[in-house]
């Protein structure tokens, strides 16, 4: 097995490595810089007119050669995960049934043919240029699902024997990139074909990779496409556990899933939080005021979060790969581009 650390970004579920248990103290600091590059983000914000989470992004990958000091690291992955977690839940606060029955039952096919047909590129790319079709499998997965969170999980129910431990760190590095370059790329296609907010939040949550880039292309677009895109891509984080399932039975012999490492095959608690207060928001018990008051909060640590994970990417570790390995990535990354493009063109007013 390979001694080389893996890629510590885009850790949704905790499944990649633990928050670190320190002292209150021990999270000062990376907590700190991830604050203030988001002010400096919201400074350039008020200045030019950009958006917020596209700065902070920019602004977390130009500090990305602090994720060498290991003194950030226990805020740094607070910052980049738990305020993610909970921005999701409050952005319910924004949102009601009503809105999630406007998308249709057809828009949730959609999502269910484009992550399949994610995955299928995956393994087709990986068998053509000579990798094995669970790589293949664990590539694509991780670009139609949640990124890394679903690699780690689709290796652990794949099985060592089928998935190692430098094959696993690859797309972790790759989904990385991939995911911080379509935050800056795909909100700028949907500007270029004048999408409404509904067409660029249903493009923006069906085809980025991680959640805090996907919530974050799409608020960087506007309000409204962010909202949209949060239930785009929460429904993608749903099919975690179908697709795990489906998996398992596809590689019966390769299945080593421990006591430990089942319980990702559960709806998440935060996508389970966001539907709760959706609910909620739906009967207009909320007031507008508190409604607003937790757009703007969750707008914050969503930034904040960001920031963090732009900080922590491995992007040094793409250039020794090399780009043979990524084609998988890119042919599963290009599918569950076209497929949710054409869809939000062709069929969304």
């Given amino acids: 097995m390979s001694t080389r650390p893996i890629p510590q970004a885009a850790d949704l579920f905790g499944d990649i490595e633990a928050t670190p248990k320190v002292g209150w103290k021990d999270y000062v600091p990376g907590l700190l810089v991830a604050g203030f590059a988001t002010l400096a983000a919201a400074s350039l914000t008020d200045r030019y007119g950009a958006p917020l989470t596209l700065m902070s992004l920019l602004i977390g990958l130009a500090l990305n050669f602090l994720s060498a000091d290991r003194r950030l690291t226990p805020g740094l992955t607070l910052a980049s995960r738990e305020l993610l977690r909970w921005a999701i839940v409050l952005v319910g606060a924004r949102i009601t049934f009503a809105q999630i029955a406007a998308l249709g039952p057809e828009a949730l096919v959609m999502v269910i043919i484009t992550v399949a047909a994610t995955i299928g590129a995956g393994v ?142 559960l709806v998440p608690w935060f996508v389970v939080g966001f539907f709760a207060v959706a609910g909620v928001n739906s009967t207009g018990i909320i007031p507008a005021q508190v409604s607003h008051f937790a757009a703007e909060t969750a707008a914050a640590m969503l930034a904040v979060s960001v920031a963090a994970t732009a900080i922590r990417s491995p992007l040094a570790e793409i250039v020794r790969t090399g780009p043979r390995p990524l084609i998988a990535i890119v042919a599963a990354t290009f599918t569950a581009f076209a497929l949710a493009l054409v869809y939000a063109w062709l069929r969304i007013a």
């Fill in 124 to 265: 087709l790319a990986a068998r053509i240029f000579g990798f094995s079709t669970a790589y293949g499998v664990l590539s694509g997965g991780a670009v139609a699902i949640c990124g890394g969170s679903a690699a780690m999980a689709l290796s652990a129910t794949l099985g060592e024997r089928r998935v190692r431990q430098a094959e696993l760190t690859l797309v972790l590095v790759g989904i990385s990139t991939m995911s911080s370059l379509a935050m800056v790329a795909y909100p700028a296609v949907a500007h270029a074909l004048h999408f409404s907010d509904a067409q660029a939040g249903y493009f923006l949550g069906g085809s980025v990779h991680d959640v805090a880039q996907a919530l974050g292309s799409g608020y960087a677009y506007s309000p409204g496409a962010g909202e949209t895109a949060t239930i785009v891509k929460l429904a993608r984080v749903a099919l975690l556990a179908p697709v795990l399932g489906i998996i398992a039975l596809m590689f019966p012999a390769q299945l080593e899933v421990t006591g430990s490492k089942s319980r990702q095959a």
